[in-house]
């Protein structure tokens, strides 16, 4: 196997959790998301613990995300 990931519920805050391997409980993480809103819109909240810094994204923005995150340790970055 090449690069696993474990993504959970429950992360810091309720949200969603990346975790860089694979795992059965959720008691560690590598980033987390949380929903978040504005007068104008819901986004996901990432923490950007892997990216060095907080920031809003849309669905799909959160899921290329964590898609990188995975493929990342697939291109040996």
Not at 1 to 9: A, E, G, K
């Amino acid at each position: 196997m090449i690069s696993r990931c474990t993504v959970f519920i429950g992360g810091l805050g309720g949200g969603i959790a990346y975790f860089a391997g694979e795992s059965s409980t959720s008691d560690t993480l590598n980033d987390s998301m949380s929903v978040g809103n504005d007068e104008h819109e819901l986004y996901l909240k990432c923490l950007g613990m892997q990216r060095g810094g907080a920031s809003n994204l849309t669905q799909e923005g959160a899921a290329e995300y964590y898609w990188s995150l995975l493929i990342e340790r697939v291109q040996g970055r």
